[in-house]
Protein backbone atom coordinates (compact mmCIF):
# COMPACT_ATOMS: atom_id res chain seq x y z
CA UNK A 1 0.00 0.00 0.00
CA UNK A 2 1.19 3.47 -0.17
CA UNK A 3 3.06 5.75 2.01
CA UNK A 4 1.43 8.65 1.85
CA UNK A 5 -1.52 7.57 4.45
CA UNK A 6 0.76 6.16 7.20
CA UNK A 7 2.89 9.52 7.13
CA UNK A 8 -0.52 11.64 7.12
CA UNK A 9 -1.73 10.04 10.19
CA UNK A 10 1.46 9.61 11.67
CA UNK A 11 1.78 14.01 11.16
CA UNK A 12 -1.64 14.02 13.16
CA UNK A 13 -0.50 11.84 15.90
CA UNK A 14 2.32 14.19 16.33
CA UNK A 15 0.73 17.28 16.24
CA UNK A 16 -0.76 16.20 18.81
CA UNK A 17 1.16 15.10 21.19
CA UNK A 18 2.83 18.43 20.87
CA UNK A 19 -0.35 20.07 21.40
CA UNK A 20 -0.99 18.05 24.59
CA UNK A 21 2.37 18.50 25.72
CA UNK A 22 2.27 22.30 25.71
CA UNK A 23 -1.14 22.58 27.26
CA UNK A 24 0.68 20.75 30.40
CA UNK A 25 2.61 23.98 31.13
CA UNK A 26 -0.14 26.03 33.44
CA UNK A 27 -0.13 29.53 33.30
CA UNK A 28 1.38 31.27 36.52
CA UNK A 29 -1.34 33.48 39.04
CA UNK A 30 1.53 35.90 39.27
CA UNK A 31 1.98 38.74 36.42
CA UNK A 32 5.22 39.54 37.35
CA UNK A 33 8.29 38.06 35.84
CA UNK A 34 9.39 36.29 38.80
CA UNK A 35 5.99 34.12 38.81
CA UNK A 36 7.89 32.69 35.43
CA UNK A 37 10.65 31.24 37.66
CA UNK A 38 9.20 28.20 39.08
CA UNK A 39 8.08 27.49 35.85
CA UNK A 40 11.72 27.18 34.47
CA UNK A 41 12.28 23.68 34.73
CA UNK A 42 8.72 22.64 33.14
CA UNK A 43 9.93 24.86 30.14
CA UNK A 44 13.09 23.43 30.16
CA UNK A 45 12.08 19.83 29.80
CA UNK A 46 9.17 21.27 27.68
CA UNK A 47 12.10 23.01 25.40
CA UNK A 48 14.03 19.60 25.02
CA UNK A 49 10.88 17.72 24.19
CA UNK A 50 10.17 19.83 21.46
CA UNK A 51 13.16 19.26 19.76
CA UNK A 52 12.71 15.67 19.97
CA UNK A 53 9.75 15.58 18.52
CA UNK A 54 10.41 17.84 15.97
CA UNK A 55 13.42 15.68 15.33
CA UNK A 56 11.42 12.77 14.95
CA UNK A 57 9.22 14.60 12.63
CA UNK A 58 11.56 15.52 10.37
CA UNK A 59 13.29 12.49 9.90
CA UNK A 60 10.33 10.01 9.93
CA UNK A 61 9.33 12.40 6.83
CA UNK A 62 12.56 11.89 5.15
CA UNK A 63 12.60 8.32 6.00
CA UNK A 64 9.06 8.06 4.41
CA UNK A 65 10.76 9.95 0.99
CA UNK A 66 12.39 7.36 -0.23
CA UNK A 67 10.62 4.59 -0.19
CA UNK A 68 6.80 4.44 -2.19
CA UNK A 69 4.82 1.76 -0.26
CA UNK A 70 4.45 0.17 3.31
CA UNK A 71 3.02 -3.43 4.55
CA UNK A 72 1.51 -4.92 7.55
CA UNK A 73 5.30 -4.88 9.22
CA UNK A 74 5.78 -1.48 8.76
CA UNK A 75 2.36 -0.55 9.87
CA UNK A 76 2.88 -1.82 13.52
CA UNK A 77 6.33 -0.59 13.41
CA UNK A 78 5.23 2.89 13.11
CA UNK A 79 2.67 2.17 15.65
CA UNK A 80 5.48 1.08 17.91
CA UNK A 81 7.19 4.54 17.29
CA UNK A 82 4.02 6.35 17.91
CA UNK A 83 3.45 4.66 21.33
CA UNK A 84 7.05 5.39 22.55
CA UNK A 85 6.28 9.42 21.21
CA UNK A 86 2.92 9.71 22.86
CA UNK A 87 4.56 8.69 26.21
CA UNK A 88 6.75 11.71 25.85
CA UNK A 89 4.22 14.28 27.24
CA UNK A 90 3.69 12.35 30.23
CA UNK A 91 7.62 11.59 31.42
CA UNK A 92 8.19 15.53 29.84
CA UNK A 93 5.67 16.95 33.11
CA UNK A 94 7.02 14.67 35.35
CA UNK A 95 10.51 15.47 34.75
CA UNK A 96 9.94 19.40 34.94
CA UNK A 97 7.53 19.27 37.61
CA UNK A 98 9.66 17.27 39.93
CA UNK A 99 13.22 19.66 39.05
CA UNK A 100 14.69 16.84 36.95
CA UNK A 101 14.74 14.43 39.96
CA UNK A 102 16.12 11.00 39.17
CA UNK A 103 13.18 8.54 38.69
CA UNK A 104 11.79 11.42 36.22
CA UNK A 105 14.95 11.51 34.49
CA UNK A 106 15.82 7.68 34.25
CA UNK A 107 12.25 7.05 32.93
CA UNK A 108 12.49 9.73 30.44
CA UNK A 109 15.69 8.08 29.23
CA UNK A 110 13.80 4.96 29.02
CA UNK A 111 11.29 6.77 27.13
CA UNK A 112 14.07 7.78 24.34
CA UNK A 113 15.60 4.97 24.27
CA UNK A 114 12.02 3.45 23.45
CA UNK A 115 11.62 5.47 20.90
CA UNK A 116 14.78 5.74 19.11
CA UNK A 117 15.22 1.75 18.90
CA UNK A 118 11.38 1.80 17.53
CA UNK A 119 12.57 4.22 14.57
CA UNK A 120 15.33 2.34 14.08
CA UNK A 121 12.65 -1.61 13.94
CA UNK A 122 10.08 0.92 11.11
CA UNK A 123 14.20 1.84 9.56
CA UNK A 124 14.86 -1.46 8.86
CA UNK A 125 11.38 -2.84 8.64
CA UNK A 126 10.98 -0.33 5.37
CA UNK A 127 14.36 -1.40 3.91
CA UNK A 128 13.68 -5.08 4.03
CA UNK A 129 10.41 -4.15 2.27
CA UNK A 130 12.04 -2.07 -0.28
CA UNK A 131 15.44 -4.40 -0.39
CA UNK A 132 19.12 -3.74 0.58
CA UNK A 133 20.02 -2.08 -3.36
CA UNK A 134 17.24 0.23 -2.14
CA UNK A 135 16.93 3.98 -1.79
CA UNK A 136 16.71 4.02 0.88
CA UNK A 137 19.18 1.23 2.19
CA UNK A 138 21.47 3.08 0.53
CA UNK A 139 20.58 6.19 2.28
CA UNK A 140 20.58 4.98 5.90
CA UNK A 141 24.39 3.17 5.30
CA UNK A 142 25.40 1.86 8.50
CA UNK A 143 23.41 4.40 10.47
CA UNK A 144 25.96 5.49 13.05
CA UNK A 145 24.55 8.81 14.39
CA UNK A 146 21.31 5.89 15.36
CA UNK A 147 23.52 3.32 16.90
CA UNK A 148 25.54 6.62 18.73
CA UNK A 149 21.81 7.97 19.97
CA UNK A 150 21.09 4.39 21.31
CA UNK A 151 24.48 3.94 23.25
CA UNK A 152 24.03 7.13 25.01
CA UNK A 153 20.59 6.77 26.11
CA UNK A 154 21.60 3.36 27.39
CA UNK A 155 24.23 4.98 29.33
CA UNK A 156 21.99 7.49 30.51
CA UNK A 157 19.51 5.89 31.98
CA UNK A 158 21.48 4.11 34.65
CA UNK A 159 23.71 7.26 35.26
CA UNK A 160 20.64 8.80 36.15
CA UNK A 161 20.96 7.58 38.88
CA UNK A 162 24.40 9.11 39.45
CA UNK A 163 23.55 12.55 38.21
CA UNK A 164 21.08 13.57 36.65
CA UNK A 165 22.97 16.58 35.34
CA UNK A 166 25.50 13.85 33.03
CA UNK A 167 21.96 12.11 32.05
CA UNK A 168 20.55 15.45 30.99
CA UNK A 169 23.50 16.34 29.10
CA UNK A 170 23.58 12.95 26.92
CA UNK A 171 20.23 13.77 26.04
CA UNK A 172 20.73 17.20 24.93
CA UNK A 173 23.80 15.58 23.09
CA UNK A 174 22.03 13.07 21.05
CA UNK A 175 19.72 16.13 20.58
CA UNK A 176 22.53 18.44 19.08
CA UNK A 177 23.90 15.59 17.04
CA UNK A 178 20.48 15.36 15.15
CA UNK A 179 19.61 19.09 14.91
CA UNK A 180 23.09 19.32 12.57
CA UNK A 181 22.26 18.34 8.95
CA UNK A 182 22.00 15.12 7.86
CA UNK A 183 20.96 15.02 4.07
CA UNK A 184 22.08 11.42 3.34
CA UNK A 185 18.00 10.72 2.54
CA UNK A 186 17.75 14.03 0.48
CA UNK A 187 21.18 13.49 -1.54
CA UNK A 188 20.24 9.75 -2.65
CA UNK A 189 16.85 11.07 -3.56
CA UNK A 190 17.93 13.69 -5.47
CA UNK A 191 20.10 11.96 -7.42
CA UNK A 192 17.72 9.06 -8.11
CA UNK A 193 15.46 11.93 -9.60
CA UNK A 194 18.39 13.45 -11.26
CA UNK A 195 18.15 16.73 -9.51
CA UNK A 196 21.89 18.20 -9.29
CA UNK A 197 21.04 21.25 -7.57
CA UNK A 198 20.18 19.06 -4.54
CA UNK A 199 23.18 16.99 -5.12
CA UNK A 200 25.63 19.59 -4.19
Known sequence: MPSG???????????????IMVLEMKVPHGAEPAALQPLLPVFLSYLLSF??????WNNHHHLLQAVDRVDGRALWANLHLLFWLSLVPFVTGWMGENRFATWPVALYGVVLLGAGLAYY??????????????????ALGADRKGTASLLLYS??????????????????????????????IERVVAGRRGDPEREG
Open 121 to 138: LLARALVALHGRDSTLAQ
Open 51 to 56: TFLGIY
Open 5 to 19: RMEAFSDGVIAIIIT
Open 155 to 184: MAVPLAFVSTWIAGLLYVAVAVMWLLPDRR
